[in-house]
């Protein structure tokens, strides 16, 4: 599922849950309700009883499914049905919920749900399925992946399950469903797109348990070799033609499901596709995979192509950029630049010889276009192909596809192909597209730092080509507000510059502020919503930090709604420090409310996920350092002493692996480091050097789960299943080696002074990362790469930090009063600390508050100048009075 994508439907500016948006289309209701039952609306269900109903703990659920153009007809037959029985039952609320439950990119557990039946007892059940199955007899929907259909059903499925809100809470602030199992013992109920029991209970509806399959999986005569990709459509794969031994390419579309927002399913996109790619084999051979074959097996369609060789654009941009290199060379982003030449060349080709065909492709994008082993280009996933004679299709990838103001003035009908075609050029020099479409002045801030790769002339032309003001200065707003800093005074002037830049995104924070506003205070993140509104990451908590940290006054509105927010969800938070009590607590101490800040801290310390989870996220290493924190405000020797009993907790944890993220998670939330983060305070404020003994060698386990790049760097990945290079703060390198720095610069190690300087190597070069944010962000490795400076003290690693805040300005957004930043999936704006401008702020504002950046007595005519990066240059005043003390800002760690 895409990261927000319900969130990002609701409003065109801000994440929010779906049901907040203003027009969800029809909406769905039986036509025939008895008297006395009355529908409540819960989320994007509305939720029916009567005087005769209640509702078991748990037991077997019906879920009935439907065709899109059935939905009214199939809702009121089940309504019938259950009002007639006296049985509580729910159903999708609007189209537009509809159309999102089963939507392509929506989530798979929810695959196919419309109503779901909740029966007292198996007797009833039984009833039930009976009578929904003989009603809808001839009726059609598509399959309820969690669930087992009903006989010979088409619509009506069940699976065990709970019936209420039994649920745990988990250390990441989310909930995980619970039921009984058949020895009535609680256990996860986990919703995954397969039916599954809890042990011991047994299925009264089938007289024979179909046996689990074994053996290679068989669609006709091709062997599934590799699952390309699942998704609510279908599946794609490779495959083996059994009669050749041909390596083919197998795609699945599942009945009525896989929706788009005009409706169509993924079978008629998948018929759709095989017959444009049958004329276009005949018109103009080559320019898309070959068609084999097309037929339906059981209920689910499939599309059969030659299989292309080669990996997608997305993942030879990630292994051929330069951009995050640390090897680079003027040699070597010339030849990456020769190479984006031939590529786009090629793919210009291809799209002539379909456009004389009569098509557009119509949804470019980094994963529809294969580089193959020598070097040419494949146009591969042909759903919205469409004719030139024709409306082109509502499809499309953010930041690939024309925006809407731009269909609606521009009437080329190749519009689609030449905006993805610029679009595809644009991302071989930068992850800027959101950004640019809403603030395209700002690309001239992109150019700056893109100095060391820059772009020639006529690369940039045309990844530019939409957005003229890309080689204009951005404007200027009459009144100053939301102002950004032109190239040339980013260089002549970066404390001024950052210092004004950290004025807009406070001013900007406080102009999204809405107190009254149920959903937020700030403009989070979508995972607010699967979380809570009031935490440091996510929430209210978070910005008000941000804002302290900068000297900003914070509305008294605002600190009233955090103390009432937080007080309300006591009981429901979790203990860390990121999404919990800690970090509120912290936040409220700050706030001059030490009270409550205890009150939630010993709540904290008290919680049963602290015992079990040891992480700086979510667990015991967070609860300690808040408590940390609270002594550092107070003084109180008591919270010294609460901090020591979760260091001493630590070290007595006898498996210390099932205490941090799953699969064995690296970094500084969820890994080793965050608890060596940790424990290195706790040194620092009890003197007790046994702590760093500790902390050390949770880094050397750290470090080995790190691997070395092929371009001499040192990363690592989120967790023992993926192996990708993460240079983040909360995921990634700049996280693991943050904690580093501390240790190198207080607690010498041979090994871990070995490994910083490869660590290092792979985040001062990331300086264009597709977000700001702090998490996974620029921020972040500003942030890093502050401290970093502040440690060292050497010039490269303070031009490295000044450079990193520097290019933040690019990603400022204007708006009514100071600068907004996209955040997490860069579809709408945020103001968490995670993703949004908090993060941003908090970045700044510790480069700002130390002593990388001093204001000269004076500007001289032709002062002298220090080299940067990329023949940029700074100027002199980019420097250190004195040796900085790491002891003073480290309270500035998210």
């Known amino acids: 599922m895409l990261e927000g994508f319900g969130e ?15 027009d969800p289309g029809p909406l769905f209701a039986p036509c025939e309700v008895p008297p006395g039952v009355r529908g409540v609306p819960q989320g994007i269900w509305t939720v029916w009883g009567g005087p005769r109903t209640g509702l078991a703990e748990q037991g077997w659920k019906i879920h009935v499914s439907a065709r899109l153009d059935r939905a009214q007809h199939v809702l009121d037959t089940v309504a019938g049905i259950c009002f007639s029985e006296g049985v509580p039952f729910k159903h999708l609320s609007a189209r537009l919920f509809f159309l999102f439950l089963h939507h392509k990119h929506a989530a798979r557990a929810q695959s196919g749900k419309f109503c779901a039946v909740y029966p007292p ?23 309820v992946l969690t669930d087992r259909r009903f006989r010979d059903s088409r619509t009506v499925h069940y699976r065990y399950g709970s019936f209420g809100d039994r649920s745990r809470l988990r250390a990441d602030g989310t909930r995980e469903g619970l039921v009984r199992d058949g020895s009535g013992r609680e256990v996860v109920d986990p919703r995954l797109p397969a039916f599954r029991l809890p042990a011991g209970i047994t299925d009264p509806f089938v007289e024979q348990e179909e046996p689990s399959h074994a053996g290679p999986i068989l669609i006709r005569d091709y062997e599934v070799t590799r699952a390309v990709r699942l998704s609510n459509a279908g599946g794609a794969y490779r495959a083996r033609d059994r009669r050749t031994g041909r390596t083919v390419f197998v795609k699945e579309a599942r009945a009525h499901n896989g929706l788009v927002f005009d409706g169509t399913d993924a079978q008629q996109r998948l018929r759709h596709e095989y017959d444009v790619l049958c004329e276009l084999h005949a018109a ?7 068609p084999l074959d097309h037929f339906t097996e059981w209920e689910h369609d499939f599309l059969v192509t030659e299989y292309v060789e080669g990996q997608p654009l997305v993942g030879w941009l990630s292994r051929s950029s330069p951009l995050a290199r640390a090897d680079r060379t003027a040699e070597s982003v010339a030849a990456y630049h020769q190479a984006c030449r031939r590529l786009l060349a090629a793919l210009d080709a291809s799209l002539e010889r379909l456009h004389a065909a009569g098509y557009r492709f119509g949804d470019l994008s980094l994963g529809n276009v294969l580089v193959t082993p020598s070097g040419g280009v494949r146009l591969v996933d042909f759903e919205a192909a469409s004719t030139l004679s024709s409306a082109p299709s509502g499809m499309g990838t953010p930041g690939f596809t024309p925006p809407p103001g731009l269909l609606r003035a521009d009437r080329d009908p190749l519009l689609s192909d030449r905006y993805g075609t610029s679009a595809v050029a644009f991302a071989f020099l930068a992850p800027f597209h959101e950004t640019a479409e809403h603030a395209p002045g700002n690309l ?25 003001a890309g080689n204009q200065a951005p404007v200027r707003r009459q009144d100053g507000a939301g102002r950004l800093p032109s190239p040339a005074e980013l260089d002549a002037d970066p404390r001024g510059c950052l210092a004004r830049l950290a004025g807009e995104v406070a001013a900007g924070l406080l102009e999204t502020a809405d107190a009254d506003r149920p959903e937020w205070a700030f403009p989070p993140s979508p995972e607010a919503f699967r979380t809570n509104n009031v935490c440091l990451a996510y929430g209210t908590a978070g910005v008000v930090h941000a804002l302290r940290r900068a ?9 009233k709604r955090l103390r009432r927010d937080a007080l309300a969800q006591r009981d429901a938070l979790p203990p860390g420090l990121l999404v919990g009590s800690a970090g509120v607590a912290r936040v409220l101490a700050d706030l001059g409310l030490p009270d409550e800040a205890v009150d939630l801290l010993r709540d904290a310390d008290e919680h049963p996920l602290t015992a079990s989870c040891a992480t700086l996220a979510g667990g015991r290493a967070g609860v300690g350092l808040g408590w940390l924190a609270l002594h550092r405000l107070t003084g109180e020797s008591s919270h010294l002493e609460r901090a020591a009993a979760a260091g001493e907790a630590l070290l007595r944890t006898p498996d210390l692996r099932a205490g941090l993220g799953e699969h064995d998670a690296r970094g500084l939330l969820h890994g080793r480091s965050g608890l060596a983060l940790f424990l290195h305070r706790l ?42 290079a993460m240079p983040y703060l909360a995921t990634g390198a700049a996280g693991v080696a943050a904690v580093l720095s501390r240790y190198v610069a207080t607690a010498p190690d041979e090994r871990c002074a070995e490994a910083l300087p490869g660590l290092v190597a792979g985040i001062r070069v990331s300086r264009t990362t597709k977000e700001a944010g702090l998490y996974r962000g620029l921020a972040g490795l500003t ?31 204007p708006y009514r009063r100071g600068v907004r930043f996209l955040g997490a999936g860069s579809q709408r704006f945020t103001a968490d600390l995670s993703s949004g401008g908090a993060g ?10 130390g002593p990388l950046l001093t204001q000269p007595p004076h500007h001289a005519a032709g002062a002298p100048r220090t080299p940067g990066h990329g023949g940029e240059r700074l100027r002199a005043e980019v420097c250190m009075t004195d040796r900085h003390d790491p002891e003073k800002t480290e309270e500035e760690h998210p």
């Open 284 to 290: 103009a051979p080559g320019v898309g995979p070959e």
């Open 121 to 143: 007892d198996t007797d009833s059940a039984r009833r039930l399925l009976e009578r929904l199955r003989d009603a809808l007899d001839g009726e059609e929907g598509p399959y």
């Open 783 to 813: 942030w890093f790469l502050t401290g970093h400076a502040e440690l060292t003290g050497t010039d490269a690693a303070r031009r490295d930090a000044v450079r990193a805040a520097t290019g933040l300005a690019k990603y400022a957004v």
């Open 8 to 22: 990002a439907l609701a409003d065109r500016e801000y994440y929010l849950p779906l049901t907040a948006v203003a």
């Open 444 to 468: 001239e801030l992109l150019r700056r730092d893109l100095a060391d790769v820059a772009p020639p002339p006529d690369l940039w032309q045309r990844a530019t080509a939409f957005h003229p």
């Open 840 to 849: 941003v702020l908090l970045a700044l504002h510790r480069l700002l508050a």
């Open 551 to 559: 000297g900003t006054e914070v509305p008294e509105e605002i600190r």
């Open 683 to 724: 040194a620092r404020d009890t003197g007790e050097n046994r702590w760093l003994e500790a902390g050390r060698l949770l880094l050397h386990q750290e470090l080995d789960r790190t691997f070395r790049l092929d371009d001499g760097a040192l990363s690592i990945s989120d967790d023992a299943r993926l192996t990708r």
